[in-house]
Every structure is written in structure tokens, then in C-alpha cells.
């Protein structure tokens, strides 16, 4: 061991040490000699047979810390190769007096204030004396000084009891209190009762001072309270009772008693920063205000630490304090939120298909947000608007966000039009998913048509079934105009090629195939029309809550939830709470699905929606010139007219919409055509027409599949352009399921252009199924697979391992034609 001692405090207790057994080296006088003293203790020491058993490096000057400092040290070596004291800061001569002097902290602190090198050993041993409290730890069953303070200020039933019967302790515990906190007891009382009360007072007022930076009110000087050597005992105590169930309620009661007792918020009014530690109540709402300026001067770091070390306050915890804060927590992330998205956003919106991704994998985390931010306001009361401030900046930003957003999409809509080409189109989900899976006889299956789920709840919803059992998510693109009647009848087989929308009596009517698919009747018609008595249909929740009897011949069970859109109708502000119970509903039905046989579980939805809380009164889109019959929710209008400064028009051909109209006009902004609107759909918006598809597995027990599965695509050792047309990819597949290893995994694989077209297939033939064009990979196994490339392209592409069945990537290898057509 070395001993580094620049105060020369230890030499002597060093010295010491030195026996038969135990070398001491001394580096005080002579360095060369005590080098070659310490080697050659370190050859004795290290013989096999030899009586020394420890050497002991005594060096006096401070501790090697940096490496170019221990390459002049000559007994660094010696340091590193055994142990070295000081270690760390917890062996510094003030820390091990106070590990020696447990009960006399306060005492121990204030000899060392008055000696800037530390006092010396014996002026530390003389404190306290004999004093042990002997008759506060008989009565109080305890041994260390912390012990009797907390049990002095919160005593149990038992010790409560002893303090009342026995004597003596009174006496002891005022030296007692002096000795640890520097209090002197100024009550005559000798009942615990009036010890406590000033202890208690004495004790939070403390704090208080000690985590005040700035000078207290002069009205408050004369209040006893604690020397600054008591802090860390003060604090320590304060901490327990606040965090400890069985102290919290009574240090609630005793704070917000001495806050009123000292008439502290009056007194303290003009302090805007009273430290960190929250001791009385109206500190508490003093930071909260100061979390609420962060937000509203956009200093989020400061509402981010404000909320981190108050995230567990003792105030919190009472209702009102929890809505506030929870509200502040959810304006912090929508705000970061959107600052975050719109520094990123000018490197995704130079093409549709790149802003769509960018909805996808962030901004639609954003509506998430916004969604929570609104609930939290839905469930708050604020009759001082105090909140108000925060709602404000908050909604703000996300406005601002959403306007941006909204004029790129409009853009790329009247150029690139909808729905985006070489992706999946709402009116193709029933033919594309569940058409295929009906031509096999008993593969039973349930259609979830959910109203109103926009993309970012199909998030939600995804991790919520991850849980139970394989789920897919992907994007499909919704049937313009956003509405429920148009929604709904594109889920239909067929939609893609024969919905079409016709005017009758001023009013918009989706046909498929020149029959009238407004209502639900109608719409369930068309599939009984198909199947028979292979359908049932019924809505979601009396599937859930009741006992069904469905015929064995069912193979397509329809279930239809109409919550979320009719709640948010009737009553936006009160309504979103709501929504996790539409969830829970999916849940549930599925799980009650898997005990009914059924293998597959479709969850659709017609639209998203928006929500314009934000909206003032100002927001509402002037109409353009033209004559517009159709008005689709005041967010599209379907006719005939002329493109001005507010909106855009374009033709209805160009938007995916076959009627009685050529054109389509929809406003530039998320504004509606009409004001009042805080719950919207209908028009052309990514979190109006962006919804989610889930494609649920739900006989994971009789066909089990792999885990999780990662697929590896590369091309000549990571080369990223092809030279010929015929390209060789190796693909490898991985499982980290112990139990799938002998699972195979179907995997799909397609070259694909930048707008989702397919330029190159597998050759059919050998691991390649002729009929499917997929191949079958056993976890830990490779294989090369030559894909044929379509002669007519060049440029950019993307090789696609997909799952066969929902077509969702598992891989992406980005690469480029070499060559010339």
C-alpha cells in the first residue's frame, strides 16, 4: 500500500504499523534511498518463502491523479500493483472523522469550518465525550443519532408509548439536539409533544434556508435554524420522512402547518427562485411556475430540470398538483417534439414518397403527443389559468409544425396525386388481404373496421398486441374524401376499380359497381351478396361483451367499432380519454378470436383525423370561385371552380375519385371551410388520409413461427452497383428465438424503384417456389439467390426481403444499375 499524507497527518499512525511482518518505507527524508528501500521490500516480498507479509509506502505529498503525473512518480507502481490511500473523496480526513463521529456530525463539521488544514486527531477524539444518549436509544430502540432524530420527529406507536412513560430522555435529547443540529431547545415542555413541535419547525425552516440562494426576508431572520455544518443531517432527515409511506402524510401535515404558522408565502413572494428542494407547499407551485416560463420562453432545458428533480415530490402527489404537472410534462414533449421534426423537416420534403416516410418513422410521433397533450388538458380544471400560458405555446407550435407539413403535402398531392403511387391504397386492402385468404376453405377470419383510427393510435395499437402474439403494421393510403361513407365502402372488394361517388340530392353517395353503399346494411350486403352464410357481421363491443353465436360456417366474421369517430364528434374536448378503451375493446376481441379458431385478424380503418385545437377564431378557409355541390366535412369540396390563394384545385381523376365532378378544391392550410371544427376529417392531410392496416396471427399454438427474425441482404462484399442484369444477392436469416431454430421463415424478395414498382424478380427454379417466387431459409443458413432485373431499367433501386403475407420489409439493400440500356 502507499500512503500519500501532504499534510503529513498520518506519518506517525504509519510508522507505527512496522513489525516483523509489515515493511514501512519512508519517503519523508531521502527519495533514492526510499526507492531503493521500496524495491527491495517488494523482492523480499514476493519470495516464496520469505516472513514479509505487507509493505507500507509512506509518500508525503498528494496523490498521482493524472497519467503524466504518475510517470514521475516513482511509486506510482507501487500504488498500482497493491492498494493506495486516499482512494477516493470518502477517505478524506473530513469523512473519516465523521464516520468516526456518527452522532457529532454537526460538531465535527464546525471544528473543521474554523481550521482550513483540519484539526488535529485528538481536538476530533474530545468531541462528544462520553456522550452516547443512552437513555434516548433505550427508550427510542436505536442506535444511530439519525435514528433518534427521525424518531424524535415521527416516533412509531411503540416508541410514541416510551416517550410518554419513561424519564430521562427529555434532559438528554435537548443535549442531544445540540450536540447534532445546534438547536437550543427553547420550550420548558418535557412531553415529546412540545419538544416536536419545535423540532419539526426548526428542522424544515432549516432546510428551507440552506436550499435558498438568495438572502432570506428579513422578517424571517430572527426564526431559529440550524449552522450550515448541519445541513447534510438536516437534509438527509428531511429526505427520509418525505420519501417513506409511513412518514409522508405526517410531514405533509407538519410542512403546510409551519408554512401558515411562519406566514411564509406572504413574506416570501418576491423570491422567484427558491432553490431545489420543495420543503413547504408554496414552493411547489413556485417551481411549477418556473417550469411553466421554460416552456413559454422556449428555455425547455429549464422546465427539463425542473421536472426531473421534482418528478417525485411529496406535492405532487396530490390531485390537483398531479394534473399540473402532467400537463407541463406532456407540453414539454410536444414542444420539443415539434422543434425537433421541424429542424428535420426541410430534408424530407423534396418528394412525396420521402415526406410520407418521414410521417411514418417520426412526425406521426408527434401527433401522438398532441393527442396525449389534449387529453391531459380534457382532464384538467384550471379555474386561475395557470395552465393557459403553456396550452398557448404548446398548441402554437404544433400549429406551426402541422402548416408547414401541410403546405409541402398539398404540394406534392397536385403533383404527384393520390393515392401515392407504388404503395398500399385503402381500396386495395380487402382484395390484396383478405381475398386470398377466404378461397381457402375453414381459414377463418375477422375484419376489424375501426372508425377513425388514425395512423399514430395503429402505433399504439401494435405494441399493445405485440404482447399476445404476432402483429404487422403498415400504411395504406385512404380513399379521398376522408369520410365515413367513402372510407368505409373503399374497404370493400373490388373498391379499387369500381367505387365510384355520385351527387344524389345534394348529397355525396359512394356506389360499387352503380349500387348504393352508404349505409352499413347496404355496405354488409355487398360481402353477404359474396359469401353467404360464410359472413357475420356485428359491432365490436357486442362481440366483446356478450356470448355470440356464430354458425361454424362463418369464415369472415366483420366487426365494426364506431367509438372513436363518434365520440370525437359529440364532444372532442371531453372525449379523447376514451380512446385507450376502443384499444383495450381490439384486445380483448382478439384474444376471444383465438379461443373461437379464427387464424387471421384484419384491423382496418377508414380515416384519420385532426384535431384543431389550436384553431382561433380567424382559421376557417375562404371558399374558392366555382360551383361546388359537395361539401365534404368543410375540408373538400367536390365540383367544379377555379384554384385561389387559399385553396388548390385539382382534378378528381388525379385524386383516386371517380363521380359526377371533375374537380376537387381543399385549402392550402389544416383550415377548415367552415369555423368551429375541433375535431375534423375529410380532407386530404396526412393524419387525415395516412391510416394504419394490422395483420394479426391468431394461431400462433398450432403454427408456430420464428421469432424475432433479422434478414441480411448484401451483394459482392457490400458493392452498391450491379454491372449486369442477372445479379446475384446473398441472403441470410437469423433468429434469436432458442426454440424457432428449427422454424423455417418464408421471405419474399423483390427489386423495387423508388415509387414501390417492381424491377426485378428471383429466377423461379431451385429454392425459389415457381408459383409464390418466395424462398424458405432456416435460421444461421445463407443463400445466393439471382434476381432477373427488368431490362427497360436503370437508376436507383432497392432489393426488398418481404414478408410474403403482409408484405412488410424485413431488409433493405439500397443499390444501382452499372450499366447501360
Known sequence: MVVYDPDRRYKGLCVSLEDARVRVVDASDSSIESRLAAIEALREIGRPKGDLGAVLIYVPKARSETDEEKQVDPFAFYAESGAVFPRDDGDDYLSLCLRAKPDHSTEVRRVFAGSPSGPPFSVVDAIGGGASWPQLRAALKVESGREILTALLSPTTRQAEALKTQEGWSDESREFLSATLGMSVKTRGKTW???????????????FVFDLPVPLPESLQSVPRAPDEARPIIEDVCDGLRNSPGTRNLYIERAEGIEAELDLTPRCSFIEDLGDRDTFPFEERTFLKAAIKGITTNNTDATRHVLARHKNSVWRGKGE??????????????????????????????????????????LRDVDRLQREFEQAIGDFLDPHDLMQEVIDQARARYGRLVEKVQSAFVKHL????????????????????????????????????????????????????????????QAAYAQLPTITPVGMASLLPGALSDLSLDIEADALVPKLNGVR???????????RRRLGDRLHEMTLNDFVRSKPKISETVDLLVLRSTEIDSQLENNPETTLGLIPGTLKLIRVALHKLRGMGYKD???????????????????????????????????MLLGDGSADTHSTVISAEKLGIRGDFAQVALPHSMAPYRAGHLYFHGGASLVEAVVPLLLVRLDTEKNPTAGRVTVTLSYKNGAKRITTRVPVIDIQVQSDDMFSQDVSVEVLIEAQDANGNVVGEPRPGGDVNPATRTLNLMPGHSKQIALRMDPDFEGKFSIQALNPTTLASLSVLALETDYTV
Open 193 to 207: 409533544t412540545a419538544i416536536a413541535d419545535e423540532l419539526w419547525r426548526f428542522v424544515l425552516f432549516s432546510e
Open 321 to 362: 398538483s398531479h394534473a399540473q404537472w402532467e400537463l407541463v410534462r406532456a407540453g414539454l414533449g410536444l414542444v420539443e417534439a415539434c422543434d425537433d421534426n421541424e429542424r428535420q423537416l426541410s430534408e424530407h420534403v423534396r418528394t412525396q414518397a420521402s415526406l410520407l416516410d418521414f410521417y411514418l418513422g417520426s
Open 414 to 473: 397536385a403533383a404527384a396525386g393520390w393515392p401515392p403511387q407504388g404503395r398500399l391504397a385503402n381500396a386495395n386492402v380487402f382484395d390484396q388481404f383478405l381475398a386470398g385468404r377466404l378461397k381457402e376453405s375453414g381459414r377463418r377470419v375477422a375484419y376489424l373496421m375501426v372508425d377513425a383510427l388514425r395512423y399514430e393510435l395503429g402505433v399504439a395499437l401494435e405494441k399493445m398486441l405485440s404482447e399476445d402474439g404476432p402483429v404487422e403494421l
Open 517 to 527: 353503399v352508404t349505409n352499413v346494411g347496404q355496405r354488409m350486403d355487398v360481402l
Open 601 to 635: 385478424a384484419v384491423i382496418v380503418t377508414d380515416h384519420g383525423f385532426f384535431l384543431n385545437a389550436q384553431a382561433e377564431a380567424g382559421d376557417v378557409c375562404i371558399k374558392p370561385q366555382g360551383n361546388w355541390p359537395i361539401n365534404a366535412h368543410d375540408r
